[in-house]
């Protein structure tokens, strides 16, 4: 494994994990396929854009030919897969891009590493189970995504089982809590809240906020793909988070307390329509690899709330044109 296509590169998760693998395999390359979206943004690569062993290349993942003469140009083993439609909300105003790129997409990523005998893994979610009203759920568990959103990722699951079976392709799949840190985009709850938070601006809480999340922090997600891409078993799923659970309205009050702003920003608005109340996973089969979270849910937040509190150039320039107008239609005209 030397040559690795990163999908979706350019966004939150995937940026961090192409510097998380320059920084730890000086022999690796890694190459950005990705089409640029509202989410994607060079901005996240700045630091290695002058790396030789980074590159990037602007394309859809539907595109077979570009996948194709992505993979013969720089004679990639391995495709890691962060590419997606990633916003639940946005899922609930309109699923389309979400079925071409996140079911669509993977089918042509899957027909790809087929036909090049490559190494395949999926970034999965942990929203694929649904709403777990109890206990935590286990990668054999069935899936009941209840989000456009979590169908279309829980579709990518099963193609990829049914390409594992049927064609021999060696694919893994991690399926990730909520992640935190630097680089999400500020439609995401937590770089939503402090950048609001920051400006003195209301924090959209949804219905009575004691929805539960496992927010882990980026950089464990990526260690995390990383030992599951080297030791993983082929054809397996594996949970990916702290185990914990923390309501989003104690995430919420977090916020304002590490800025010294007022709880009174705290602006509860109308629940998400199929709005799930809680996600718990048990990541014992991937501790067994020897995985351990290494920060906890404070540390992350912390952590998260620093940089962007330092990096406004990043964010400030994001919440504006393109933004404003979801921002709009999301909290201004539904209440
Ligand atoms: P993101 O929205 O920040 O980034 C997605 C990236 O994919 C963007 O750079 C975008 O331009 C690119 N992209 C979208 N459609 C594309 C297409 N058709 N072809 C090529 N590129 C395309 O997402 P993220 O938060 O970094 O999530 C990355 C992956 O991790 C996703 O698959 C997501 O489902 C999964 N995941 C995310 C979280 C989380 O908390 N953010 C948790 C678990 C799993
Ligand atoms: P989000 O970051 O959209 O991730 P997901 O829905 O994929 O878990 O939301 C995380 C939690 O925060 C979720 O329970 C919904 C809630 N939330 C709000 O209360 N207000 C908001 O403005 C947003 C975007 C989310």
Known sequence: MKNLLITGGAGFIGSNFVRYILNKYPDYHTIVF???TYAGNLDNLRDVANDPRYA????????????ERAIREHRIDTIVNFAAETHVDRSIMDADAFIKTDVYGTYVLLEAAKKFGLRYHQ??????????????????????????YAASKAGADLLIHAYVVTHKVGATITRGSNNIGPYQYPEKVVPL??????????????????????YQYVLDHCEAIDIVLHHGKIGEVYNVGTGEETENIVMARMILKLLGK????????????????????DISKLCALGWKST??????LRKTVRWYV?????????????????????YLERR
């Open 34 to 36: 990705d089409k640029l």
């Open 56 to 67: 990037f290349i602007r394309a859809d993942i539907c595109d077979a030919d570009a996948v």
């Open 123 to 148: 970034v999965g979610t942990d929203e694929v189970y649904g709403w777990v009203v109890e206990g935590r759920s286990r990668e054999d568990d069935r899936l009941l995504p209840r989000s456009p």
């Open 193 to 214: 809240f402090v950048t609001n938070a920051i400006d003195n601006l209301p924090l959209p809480l949804y219905g009575d906020g004691k929805q539960m999340r496992d």
């Open 262 to 281: 007022p709880e009174s920003l705290i602006q509860h608005v109308p629940d998400r329509p199929g709005h799930d109340r809680r996600y718990a996973l």
């Open 295 to 300: 920060h906890t849910f404070e540390e992350a």
């Open 310 to 330: 330092e990096n406004e150039w990043w964010w400030r320039k994001l919440k504006s044109g393109e933004y404003l107008e979801y921002y709009r239609k999301q």
